[in-house]
């Protein structure tokens, strides 16, 4: 039975992955941040333990626990835990990018780190990185993300290079809107760490971001929901040859698009209206 590491699975993407993948015959160790949201996956049957991308202890101890329930084999890791925090670059706290990229970066490098060995030895292995359109374009407002997901991008790129010929497989996923509670979940980091009030956009603020974080609203434009991402992850996992990158969602083939053919101060009209 092949084996995965998942991280993130208390909702959205890495919930829908977990359990599709167990359809399909994966033995998924589904892991959490929060011990309440892995008790709810072990009731639904999935073998699920903690995970906190910012804790180095929690994370080699989850790894050590996966390894002993299958023999120290680990074909796979799908790293999917990442947040938000809304705001204008000029207001972002330097202690706040350096909170984000723990979790959004630097957790998700110590664990490859700690799994590439397993997979060395047993000469194969998948790591899929749950990156975003983000990855590709800037947009206003999303300084913190976006910052994390092209230091993600660069640092994959550079990881799947170098493991050519190893058996070692590295590939990105890039989803634009995706049905999840990414947004819900920044508010928290918004209200930490963003003084928007005494921001010199504050108006902007008013006008633009408050609304779209608080008030409830239907489906973003294009969105998807998260089975769209599952496929791609499928096929990262499962292909004899998987790709480099996988997008997901029209915002995605268009932006991705549009940054290969457009030079820069027009890509940045394009985007600044969005």
């Not at 084999?73 to 947040?83: I, K, Q, T």
């Amino acid at each position: 039975m092949r084996t995965v590491l998942i991280t993130g699975c208390s909702s959205g993407i890495g919930y829908h992955a977990a359990h599709a993948l167990a359809g399909r015959g994966w033995r998924v160790f589904a892991t959490c941040r929060s011990q309440t949201d892995c008790n709810r996956l072990q009731a639904d049957g999935l073998e699920s333990f903690k995970l906190d991308y910012t804790d180095s202890t929690s994370i080699h101890a989850a790894l050590a626990q996966a390894l002993s329930r299958s023999d120290g084999r680990l074909d796979a890791l799908f790293n999917n835990g990442a947040y938000a925090i809304p705001g204008a670059t000029e207001d972002l706290p330097t202690d706040a990018l350096r909170a984000i990229f723990e979790t959004n970066l630097f957790g998700w490098h110590e664990l490859t780190r700690a799994v590439l060995p397993v997979m060395r030895a047993q000469g194969h292995g998948r790591i899929v990185q749950n990156s975003s359109v983000l990855g590709l374009a800037a947009l206003k407002w999303r300084g913190a993300y976006v910052a994390t997901k092209f230091a993600l991008e660069g640092l994959s790129d550079v990881l799947r290079l170098e493991m050519a010929g190893s058996g070692i497989h590295v590939s990105l996923i890039e989803p634009g809107p995706i049905t999840s509670r990414i947004r819900e979940n920044s508010i928290a980091h918004f209200e930490r760490w963003i003084d928007w009030e005494n921001s010199p956009r504050a108006d902007q603020y008013r006008e633009t971001l408050l609304a779209r974080l608080y008030d409830k609203q239907g489906p973003d434009f294009f969105e998807l929901p998260p089975d769209a991402v599952t496929r791609r992850l499928i096929h990262a996992l499962e292909a004899r040859r998987p790709r480099a990158r996988y997008y997901v969602t029209t915002p995605t083939y268009l932006l991705g698009g549009l940054r290969r053919i457009l030079p820069t101060r027009l890509l940045d009209q394009v985007l600044g209206r969005i």
